[in-house]
């Protein structure tokens, strides 16, 4: 047993594990508190406290998870984690959507676990035990082609977990299927701690010995960019379209990480270190600003009852503390100055645009698809949340639900209150935020950067960014307006809005989801293969009594990789059936066959 397991070493405590400690406490304190409210008149008492348990237990295992010094240790609680969030999953399960979200959801996550515990033990088969010393050690006299596999291993296996394209098949199906702050728990936090593992195993474990490896991570992050944000641009269904931003925001943080990687193999430790910043920076806002949204969505559903777009609208004088957070949310996700999303992505172009100068030139090429990718990621997420915001809160309501809206519990409010505050801070506190993440990737990168070259006050002329001072110019502006507004208040002459004519404009003389997509469902047609169904149905030959339009688009992956795949197993399977004779002759003889198989592989290995 002390083989396995060496107790003193059972524990890590360093700077990278104290952060994913403090990303994981940031989502799940407001979530719990946001639970009260958001189960209240939903389940039975028991059905209650048996959830809240089972969450409790959840972030238990992840807090756990990224404490752990142990390889077999974190095997077993990454399993644990992973079969308490396919219960949480589960909390519906009287709806047959949620079974097969979860059926997805579990499926994919253990064929991941299943390359994990391959590579922990091609590890420990070098090393003879699973501490993780022990095994980095080991891992250093390994050949340039087992670590190349170990490496490929160690990215399914945290891939699948984080949602990186073609691997993300699950996420869209389990986030909405599950309570509101379980999906922001999930999204914010537990996605992230693959990321953990992808640091800690392949940075600090295995070491980054191939500059392919980089960019390996940087084509699946600028894949994943685009891919999570062109059909989160299609979706409707406000916690399906924040699923896939999930997608796009593991492949900006990826983007970081994967820079992080090629840095570090061409001995660029400076620059290493700062897209590393940049990549933990907006790991730690995407667990906030996402956490934010699936909790304003859950208030959507909660007071509307329903999360479908094309039925909300008018929302904001319903339900205006869960529009004011959303909105938050949304300009964070959308990178817009001062909040936070604004400063990752910011930090994560100075990275690609830095290293643009001094790698080789087919690289620095590369890096310009990168930064192309990026730029184009953050203009299609604020057109996304546009959308999201302005058909679900504005305007009139398109639906006798949305109508009778009602503002949350303030259980709810305080949840979404708290997580809006982390949004806002971890904007506006950047420079103090850019140095505690310093700490944490300079045992990583073997580099410490200071903010000095970064941030400022915004008042210099060599100055880059504040955030601090574009708050206060923003702030400074909108007081200037309301003053203005008041001062004209007396002056003015309120009337009728004009609307190119009609006075009578209702709710379905609105622009809707579908249309708002339109034109980009059009420009990545390529992509998307959008299809199209309409019905008609007449009094007569000239006059239509009504007109159903309904448009589609294709998930490329699940239809010609995981269907096609099922497929042909579903069919392997069929044709296989034919060595069930039902002989018992031949049934040994299969026995014997493979005895002899595994005596000759023994024999080789």
Not at 97 to 119: D, E, R
Not at 216 to 230: D, Y
């Amino acid at each position: 047993m002390n083989l396995l397991i060496n107790l003193k070493s059972l524990v890590v405590l360093d700077p990278l594990a104290l952060f994913f400690l403090i990303v994981i406490s940031l989502v799940s304190l407001p979530s719990l508190i946001y639970s009260i409210g958001y189960f209240k008149n939903k389940f039975t008492l028991t059905k209650f406290l048996s959830t809240q348990l089972v969450t409790l237990a959840f972030i238990v295992s992840m807090l756990l998870l990224v404490i752990v010094g142990n390889a077999l240790a974190f095997l077993i609680v990454w399993e644990l984690m992973t079969l308490l969030s396919y219960l949480l999953v589960l909390t519906d399960s009287e709806k047959e959507a949620a079974v097969g979200a979860a059926s997805i959801y579990i499926i994919m996550t253990h064929i991941g676990t299943a390359f994990l515990t391959a590579a922990f033990f091609l590890i420990f088969r070098h090393s003879g035990s699973f501490d993780l010393a022990a095994m980095a050690a080991a891992c250093q006299t390994m050949s340039p082609l087992l670590r190349n596999w170990l490496f490929i291993f160690f990215l399914i296996g945290f891939g699948t977990k984080a949602g990186i394209v073609p691997l993300h098949i699950w996420l869209p199906y389990a986030h909405p299927q599950a309570p509101s702050h379980i999906s922001a728990l999930m999204s914010g936090v537990m996605i992230k701690t693959a990321l953990y593992g992808l640091i800690r195993f392949v940075f600090l474990v295995l070491g980054i010995s191939s500059l392919w490896w980089g960019i390996t991570v940087l084509t699946l992050a600028i894949i994943s960019c685009l891919v999570g944000v062109i059909y989160a641009l299609m979706e409707h269904d406000l916690k399906k379209l924040l699923a896939y931003h999930s997608v796009e925001n593991i492949g900006i943080i990826l983007l970081g990480l994967g820079l992080s990687m090629v840095f570090t193999r061409l001995n660029l430790n400076n620059l290493a270190a700062l897209a590393m910043i940049a990549g933990l920076y907006h790991l730690i806002n995407h667990a906030a600003f996402k956490g934010l949204l699936f909790l304003c969505a859950g208030s959507v559903q909660k007071g509307s009852g329903t999360l479908d777009m094309e039925k909300l609208g008018g929302l904001i004088k319903k339900m205006p503390w869960t529009a004011a957070f959303f909105l938050v949310g949304a300009m964070g996700i959308s990178a817009l100055p001062p909040l936070n999303g604004f400063v990752s992505e910011w930090l994560t172009l100075q990275a690609f645009f830095s290293g643009a100068l001094k790698v080789p030139g087919m690289l620095a090429l590369g890096f310009a698809v990168g930064i192309a990718a990026l730029a184009l990621t953050s203009g299609l997420a604020a057109a996304c949340f546009v959308k999201a915001f302005g058909i679900t809160f504005l305007a009139l309501p398109r639906s006798q639900n949305a109508e009778q809206a009602k503002e949350s519990p303030a259980s709810m409010l305080l949840g979404m209150f708290l997580l809006a505050l982390s949004v806002v801070g971890l904007g506006l506190l950047a420079p103090t935020i850019f140095n505690l993440l310093a700490t944490v990737t300079a045992p990583i990168c073997q580099a410490s950067l200071q903010t000095s070259n970064i941030f400022s006050l915004g008042l210099q002329p060599n100055s880059t960014i504040s955030p601090l001072f574009i708050a206060i110019l923003l702030g400074s502006g909108f007081l200037a307006a309301i003053a203005a507004y008041g001062l004209l208040q007396g002056k003015t002459r309120l009337g009728r809005t004009w609307d190119c004519g009609y006075y009578q404009i209702g709710s379905r003389n609105e622009y809707t989801a579908t249309a708002f997509s339109k034109p980009f469902r059009i420009s990545f047609s390529l992509f998307l293969l959008p299809f199209r169904k309409t019905e008609k149905v007449k009094d007569s030959f000239y006059h239509v009594k009504s007109f159903v339009y309904e448009t589609y688009t294709t998930k490329i992956f699940k239809k010609y990789l995981y269907d096609a795949g099922l497929g042909l197993l579903l069919h392997s399977a069929k044709r296989f059936k034919r060595v069930q004779a039902g002989s018992i002759h031949l049934y040994i003889s299969y026995i014997l066959a493979t005895l002899v198989l595994l005596i000759l592989l023994v024999k080789i290995l």
